[in-house]
Antibody, heavy 125, light 107 residues
Framework: EVQLVESGGGLVQPGGSLRLSCTGSGFTFSNYWMHWVRQAPDQGLVWVSRIKSDGSIISYADSVKGRFTISRDNAKNTVFLQMNSLRADDTAVYFC??????????????????WGQGTRVTVSS | EIVLTQSPGTLSLSPGERATLSCRASQSIGTYLAWYQQKPGQAPRLLFYDASNRASAIPARFSGSGSGTDFTLTISSLEPEDFAFYYCQQRSNWPLTFGGGTKVEIK
């Protein structure tokens, strides 16, 4: 059974940092793109970042570029989201997700087949 | 950025009725469209990817279709557990974007 478990959320002051982690099990982690998607309170879904199976391709939403860093450790089946210079509008539930398809040449990922339960990040003084 | 417009915003139907949800893209995205279902307090659940590929364990009453700029999610006969929010999402261009969602509520 595919499982994704996020951790690292919490309350942080504006300008602060948090590091989110997402550990996968039940599948070969190193074969899949991984994604972070967030949802502000009572709002829709926003794709934050993605990382290719081997970490060689990374993308960020403009709203987080230069502040957030996605990375992965395939030996530990874990993807990370380092969030710096946090702002009030970063307040959201952050979901990690595994791509629906096995990675392959010329595949850019982008359909989230399995999701974690989410971790809540609140940026407030 | 590709904008996805979902309609209607809210769909009020009774169990057993047919639901038809629309998603329109601001430019052609081929068939690079996914549909998700989300219930309050839960993570989204993938229903379809690449327009019409049903995700695992998704019941046959759900169907996805479309290409280019116009896409449809159809629920042939609503079950009580189908009342939820539904989002479309494109993977044609970065940034990946979601539509604003359609709420399917009990009439």
């Amino acid at each position: 059974e595919v499982q994704l478990v996020e951790s690292g959320g919490g309350l942080v002051q504006p300008g602060g940092s948090l590091r989110l982690s997402c550990t996968g099990s039940g599948f070969t982690f190193s074969n899949y793109w991984m994604h972070w998607v967030r949802q502000a309170p009572d709002q829709g879904l926003v794709w934050v970042s993605r990382i290719k199976s081997d970490g060689s391709i990374i993308s960020y939403a403009d709203s987080v570029k230069g502040r957030f860093t996605i990375s992965r450790d395939n030996a530990k089946n874990t993807v990370f989201l380092q969030m710096n210079s946090l702002r009030a509008d970063d307040t959201a539930v952050y979901f990690c997700a595994r791509d629906v398809r096995l990675d392959s040449r010329n595949y850019w990922g982008g359909s989230a087949g399995f999701w974690g339960q989410g971790t809540r990040v609140t940026v407030s003084s | 950025e590709i904008v996805l417009t979902q309609s209607p915003g809210t769909l009020s139907l009774s169990p057993g009725e047919r639901a038809t949800l629309s998603c329109r893209a601001s430019q052609s995205i081929g068939t690079y469209l996914a549909w998700y279902q989300q219930k309050p307090g839960q993570a989204p659940r993938l229903l379809f990817y690449d327009a019409s590929n049903r995700a695992s364990a998704i019941p046959a009453r759900f169907s996805g279709s479309g290409s280019g700029t116009d896409f449809t999610l159809t629920i042939s006969s609503l079950e009580p557990e189908d009342f939820a929010f539904y989002y479309c999402q494109q993977r044609s261009n970065w940034p990946l974007t979601f539509g604003g969602g359609t709420k399917v509520e009990i009439k």
